[in-house]
């Protein structure tokens, strides 16, 4: 068996260096702020689309907002 | 207003739509209840399907207006965004099995004392609401906290 990966995020960093808070964020990617706090915490892994939204919002790749780690 | 007061604003109407539509429901429920057993003299099998039908519409209507703001046509993106969905999924898969193990348990009561058919469902769907119920508000409450 290969070997289990997880979803890392640099969300928290990107929010922090656009001076946005988890509010803000959420009402720019329409979700609530609790998805953006498990988003960020790694509890929940977001679908491609709002990964795309959340890069979008914060003028970054989705590469660059998400990693994978083993 | 912050961040969190708006959260725990919207958490308080949730709550509060929930209770409400809740209490206004078993009323009516209650009050169909007691009509019929009149009519029917408590004897009929009228009364059983009333009971069992006011439980699976109150769980029905809770269960749409939990993704509602006040309406019953309109739904709020805030409560009904990726995570709530994906988390009302996990605690339906959960209500699933409560309600399978529910069912086996009535099944192996049923050899030692007698289980109406009546009893049996109600066990049951109130087995699997509960367990859907209680999985979905932990699941709720993992995002709540923290800013």
Redo the contacts between chains.
């Keep these: 068996m290969g070997p289990e990966y997880r979803l890392g995020n640099h969300l928290k960093e990107a929010r922090a260096r656009l001076g946005l808070?988890?509010?803000?964020l959420a009402d720019r990617v329409?979700?609530?702020?609790?998805?953006i706090?498990?988003v960020e915490?790694g509890?929940?892994v977001?679908?491609t689309l709002?990964a795309l939204k959340l890069a979008q919002a914060l003028e970054m790749k989705v590469e660059e907002l998400f990693y994978l780690t083993e | 207003m912050t961040d969190k007061d708006a959260s725990n604003r919207r958490v308080a109407r949730r709550t509060r739509t929930l209770t409400a539509g809740g209490l206004f429901l078993m009323v009516i429920v209650f009050g169909a209840y007691q009509v019929f057993e009149r009519l029917d003299g408590g004897q009929g099998r009228l009364v059983d399907l009333v009971r069992l039908a006011g439980i699976t519409l109150l769980a029905l209507v809770l269960s749409i207006r939990s993704t509602t703001s006040l309406s019953f046509l309109r739904r709020d993106p805030m409560l009904d965004d990726e995570l709530t969905r994906e988390n009302r999924l996990r605690a339906g898969r959960i209500g699933f099995w409560a309600m399978m193990l529910a069912t086996i348990a009535c099944g192996a009561l049923s050899m030692f004392v007698a289980v109406t058919l009546m009893e049996a469902l109600i066990t049951i769907l109130f087995a699997g609401a509960f367990a859907a119920t209680l999985r979905f508000v932990r699941l709720e409450r993992r995002g709540a906290d923290g800013a």
């Design positions: 808070t988890q509010g803000e329409q979700v609530s702020r609790k998805t706090n498990t915490n509890v929940f977001p679908s709002l």
